[in-house]
């Protein structure tokens, strides 16, 4: 079954606002997590990824968290900006190291709607 | 330019019509997936392949056929599309982790 979920199927927020979409996963045995955006009409692209080793990482504008604690995991992107505006996923690897594309499960995605 | 190309991008076709979608990588990657997207449900792993000539089960391998004769192509065959294999459909490739995935293709089988 889906071991990883996304909390709000939508997200609306004011263009210059940040925004924080949230994941939460099951598979406490996960060692690998991404974020991907998906455009209309595109593939999911990568985003930023994190071990879990690392509880924080940070990339241009945006920052992913991970709590193994509670199994969740958040992305931030600050400044949001129009094109910001797509599905959110994120996929973890339960397999760590052994993976590829092969080992990931994914959410059912945050469509982030940005407000002008 | 790093790319993974999927054609057709769109295809209207009948049940029991064989029909193959392509997928090439140009990133010398060893891992290569298929994947389906549906409303609701996400994206489901179809199949993956490991490298040449190694190929395994997805969660939804169903209805679904792939080979993996050459690293750089790897093709998804439906040997007799059915009406519940409409779905938008996307290949990925990766070298270690994280997937580069192609722009999709839209089937639709009446």
């Known amino acids: 079954g889906e071991s990883v979920g996304l909390h709000l199927p939508t997200l609306s927020v004011q263009e210059g606002d940040n925004s924080i979409i949230n994941c939460a996963y099951s598979?406490?045995?996960?060692?690998?997590f991404i974020w991907y955006k998906q455009e209309s009409g595109k593939g999911p692209q990568f985003i930023i990824d994190?071990?879990?080793n690392m509880d924080k990482r940070q990339g241009q504008r945006v920052t992913v968290l991970l709590n193994k604690t509670v199994k969740h995991l958040s992305l931030q992107i600050a400044a949001t900006q129009p094109g910001d505006s797509a599905v959110y996923f994120c996929?973890?690897?339960?397999w760590g190291s052994g993976g590829g594309a092969d080992g990931l499960t994914f959410g059912k995605g945050t469509h982030l709607i940005i407000q002008p | 330019e790093a790319q993974v190309t999927q054609n057709p991008r769109y295809l209207i076709t009948v049940t029991g019509k064989k029909l193959t979608v392509t997928c090439s990588q140009n990133?010398?990657?060893?891992?290569m997936s298929w994947y389906r997207q549906d409303p609701g449900l996400g994206l489901r792993q179809i199949y993956y392949?490991?490298?040449?000539?190694?190929?395994d089960k997805g969660d939804v391998p169903e209805g679904y056929k792939v080979s993996r004769k050459e690293k750089r192509n790897f093709p998804l065959i439906l040997e007799s599309p059915s009406p519940n294999q409409t779905s938008l459909y996307f290949c990925?490739?990766?070298?270690?982790?994280?997937?580069?995935f192609g722009d999709g293709t839209r089937l639709s089988i009446l």
């Open positions: 990925a490739s990766s070298l270690s982790w994280a997937g580069h």
């Open positions: 990133m010398n990657h060893e891992y």
């Open positions: 392949s490991m490298n040449v000539e190694v190929t």
């Open positions: 598979n406490s045995a996960s060692d690998y």
């Open positions: 994190i071990r879990s």
């Open positions: 996929a973890e690897n339960p």
